[in-house]
């Protein structure tokens, strides 16, 4: 017998499946706990060792495809991008970081004249011929002054604080940072007269509701930005949606530091699954996006083939087995900011296969493939007008741009009025919807909730398929002028709530 498969106080020797083992470290040591002691750190540490003994091989394997997305790219028409960019003058906000630097230097082979780096973070690696000034976006007045000095013939908007769990802590400087940089960036790009804007979402984004801090905020860039287009056709604005991005990944730092300390690898949970895609096909996305603007519209693009997703419980597997570590493996939960379940309407059976996994059922039939590149989709994202959504949003950053109190009832009003705002969104985006997008998602709805039992969904769920519902029987109201559209009763109700 090996050492792994030694009898121990705890009896695991006899577990011999993925699963088992799993539900038996679950089962172990709770979720939610910030130390581990001693007995529970023992104890988890022999079944992480079963558990590489029967699962190692295949997820170090795993663990390698990961690592290896950084060497994916795109390929672009170098010609239309050196005509486009050779001579130009270029601003990218938060040029300090991963991608910024990645699109820096994408630019900069292109020819662009002038190449401007706008951040507060000093790069970890300054590029030569790029120029590096120092910019907060959540300062309004500095903005302006900077890019009517500047006068860049495209902005590419990156800054954000983008990491999920520090949203959540620090809701305000999240909500300053992602929602005020966002509107202080635009007033700048009209002040000086800016050509041209692409903005950097996430594929958070796709939930139609979200109430986590991160997802909302860049719900709601994008909704500044397609509003932008429709009020300024003079200036191409367009965006790419974005995932997990593998190089220097949050992810792939925290379980080298547990590793290299010797401290238990913390894992959300071993069913959690997520797509990824490498810095430098950010950076190319981002060129593309630019090259696919139209004016008057906010065109969004996004990854079709994002490749095999990843499980986490794997990769953590992986890491210790490649390192040889004698560390355990914790499922500690999901963490604030991140969904324990998505909404089920969430895809559509009817094009889920076809369309980028970053674009979701509302915005799939308003897909089409990329006419610079066929492995790209990219689709107009529109939202209904609503007079309420600019006065909600003053109360959000009237809350947020005090981002530098400690006060906890004022982070508590963000949190609020920033929910509202987000619901107020999802009822723009289903108004922005053509008729036939709307009523097939009303349908779906109906056809879920009759064959499911809805009260496992949460509320937010429920209340997403509600306001779908609503919008569609209303959308059918409004036009009783127009032919009929056949609509099933509704299968949800308030007494649900």
Known sequence: ???????????????????????????????????????????????????????????????????????????????????KYGGKTIAVTGGAGLIGSTLLKELHALGAGRIVSLDIAEPAEAIDGIDYLHQDIRDAASLQATMEDVRPDVVFHLAADKYNHLAETRARH??????????????AAEAAEVPQVVYASTGKATRPYSPDIYASSKKTGEWLMADFAKNHPDTLVSGVRFTHVVDNSNLQRKLNQSIDAGDPVRLHDPNMWFYTQSARESAHLLLLASLEAEAGAFDMVALNNLEMPFNLADLGIGAVAKRGAKVPLYF????????????????????????????????????????????????????????????????????????????QDITGITRQENHKLSWMLLDATLEGLPDDSLLRAYRRVSERNRTSDGQAQNPDHIRTDMAIESAAQTRLVREVGRQAVALPEPALSEARL
């Open 174 to 187: 999240t909500i300053a940072t992602n929602v005020m940089g966002t509107v202080n960036v635009l007033a």
């Open 332 to 407: 500690c939960g999901i963490e604030a900011g991140y969904e324990e379940k998505a909404w089920p309407g969430l895809y559509d059976r009817e094009d889920a296969g076809d369309v980028s996994p970053l674009i979701n059922a509302l915005e799939a039939p308003q897909t089409r493939q990329s006419r610079i590149n066929p492995g790209v989709d990219t689709f107009t994202l529109e939202f209904g007008d609503d007079p309420q959504l600019a006065a909600q949003l003053d109360k959000v950053l009237d809350a947020a741009s005090r981002y530098k109190e400690s006060a």
């Open 1 to 83: 017998m090996s050492e792994l498969t030694q009898p121990t106080p705890y009896g695991y020797e006899l577990l011999s499946g993925r699963g088992e083992i799993i539900a038996a470290m679950k089962e172990a040591v709770p979720e939610g706990l910030a130390e581990l002691d001693a007995e529970a750190s023992s104890e988890l540490t022999v079944l992480t060792e079963r558990l590489i003994e029967v699962e190692g091989e295949r997820a170090a394997a795993e663990y390698d495809r990961y690592t290896h997305t950084n060497e994916r790219g795109l390929e672009l028409p170098d010609n239309l991008l050196r005509e």
